[in-house]
């Protein structure tokens, strides 16, 4: 790349939102300055993905790359049942990358803001002789105090799942050997592949869930298995899941069926649905429901919170056993 | 690298700064939660450095490339007038790279943590097969509407610095070319191997700007002609610098003797220094000036703000020149 790192920046930030009502100072200046609603906590995430580790030129185009880079992040402050608000974006760029393609990952990340009502407010763009990596940060505010941890479930209460899970993780699958799922329809596979490139943070969904008050609350990088660990590890609590109430998709189950693999195996270990579990009191629960299924949103009940500690799950074939966290695991132990 | 990421990031974070009373939630979860006081604005920027493009094994240990990312990104918070509060590190690492020296980089961020009173509330380590990289993101405050821009410099308005400048550019040659300073003073050495190793940036001389109402501010990054110039073109007019008033360290120049160089040179282009360059009316400059003494910061006047556009200098050899911003760019147009 022999471009004016300026010029490359004011390119590159002319593809995205940069505005804002509560953007006071934007792109341009040494930091940016953002005015939050008084009575709220400010959130902030950050999230990188690299080139090779992450994603493959075979499973991501440059515009999934961006979006999913900001996705992440967002998701995070979804977590937290907050509100998504300014992204701030650290490109690392190898000589093979040019401009055009570096346009296509702001075209991403504008996308991934524009859906989610993000501006873009800071940006670094450095050369490096190592694979592409993306640095989202995304900032957000929530309620004063409202903010929902991982600790906080209690025996009793009910374990709790947006969406579905398993599409992403079929979706890189069919994407690294489409060959293996020569027979399966063609909306099945836009419909994974969609779920692993371009998922879908549930940021209206965990607004609901900080209003209502739930316990705990994870979004599903790392699977199901890591998250729902985290949550009783962090809570002091047993979770206890019932396999067979797993909401997984037509789509993704077809994928597995094809394949000869088990599509709760992508469930619990695949990550990256981005989709919510969590944990609330039955009451609130129930209020959960109704006001998630007044916007569109599906939410099932998948287990309880007993005392105890760990993960187990009734499994579909019958029998109880421990889950062990092993999802998505940068530096595995026994690699 | 074969250690556990979640055994990894516990490890490290256990040797930064963590809380803060205004840290409601920090690392371990999705998302950070912090608390800013009423009234204000939230300051937020965000930088990378990367291997064989920002340092070097021969320039920067391990610790002073974690504290120098820190410095980094506090500064830019500092050229807003700001107080940083709460930083958030994502390390790309290589294979090469032990824990031990992982360890190192976060002491470093420590350090810089420790020293301006900032708590680490998020972190990401991922594994890249290119050079380490790391990237810091620092949230601050400012009192609403104060941040200083760069883009209001009036005519009639006294440009100003803080400290003295071209050490770390000094400290960046003689780093790499020890040999060509044989006979130099060890204390010199010293100083400007800190500058470049471990900056100071102005924190409390922003605070005092913004309070008085400076009119513009840039920390030096990338030099003073490139600094200048962003605040001329921000601006709307011309920045006239009279070149001896420009504060050279007696280090710097020593250094530059021995090497045969101009330490201007090192001053106009060099960058690094994370000093505060700015512009206030000659009634705001006098307040800075004595407020600035009272806590032992050195601040000089080292030119005026004019009508008219670009930056020029009134040479110590005599005449007048343009001084274009040609400071460090990563993508240089004529590489």
Chains 1, 2 share one sequence.
């Not at 992450?54 to 907050?82: E, N």
């Not at 570096?102 to 490096?128: K, M, P």
């Not at 939410?299 to 993960?311: F, T």
Request: aromatic share 6%; net charge negative; proline share 5%.
């Amino acid at each position: 790349m022999k471009v004016d790192e300026f010029g490359l920046i004011r390119r590159l930030t002319g593809r995205v939102p940069g505005t804002a009502a509560d953007v006071r100072i934007g792109i341009g200046d040494d930091a940016a300055a953002v005015a939050f609603p008084a009575g709220t906590d400010v959130l902030v995430s950050t999230d990188t993905m690299v080139g090779g580790r992450h994603f493959l030129p075979a499973t991501m185009g440059m515009a999934d790359i961006g979006y999913k880079a900001a996705v992440a992040s967002i998701s995070d402050i979804a977590a937290m049942g907050g509100e998504p608000r300014h992204v701030l974006v650290a490109l690392g760029v190898s000589q093979e990358v040019g401009p055009d393609e570096l346009d296509r990952v702001y075209d991403g990340i504008g996308d991934a803001c524009r859906a989610f009502a993000c501006a873009v407010v800071g940006g670094d763009v450095v050369a490096t002789d190592g694979p592409l990596f993306v640095n989202t940060t995304v900032l957000g505010w929530v309620e004063a105090g409202r903010a929902i941890r991982r600790g906080g479930a209690q025996p009793g209460d009910v374990v709790f799942l947006t969406g579905e899970v398993g599409s992403a993780e079929a979706g890189l699958r069919d994407l690294l050997q489409p060959e293996m799922t020569a027979v399966v329809h063609p909306a099945d596979r836009a419909d994974v592949r969609q779920a692993h490139q371009r998922p879908t943070p549930q940021v209206a969904a965990g607004r609901i869930f900080a209003a209502e008050g739930a316990t705990s609350c994870d979004d599903i990088s790392d699977g199901l298995a890591s998250e729902l660990n985290e949550i009783a590890d962090a809570s002091g609590v047993r979770i206890r899941v019932d396999e067979r109430r797993i909401p997984i998709s037509t789509a993704a189950r077809n994928i597995a069926r094809q394949r000869g693999e088990d599509p709760l195996e992508y469930a619990w270990y695949g990550g990256e649905d981005y989709q919510l579990v969590g944990t609330a009191s039955p009451f609130v629960f129930a209020r959960i429901l109704a006001r998630c299924e007044s916007i569109g949103v599906k939410v099932a009940q998948i287990g309880r919170v007993e005392a105890g500690d760990g993960v187990v799950a009734d499994r579909l074939a019958g029998g109880i056993d421990i889950v062990l966290p092993r999802g998505y695991n940068h530096f595995p132990t026994d690699a």
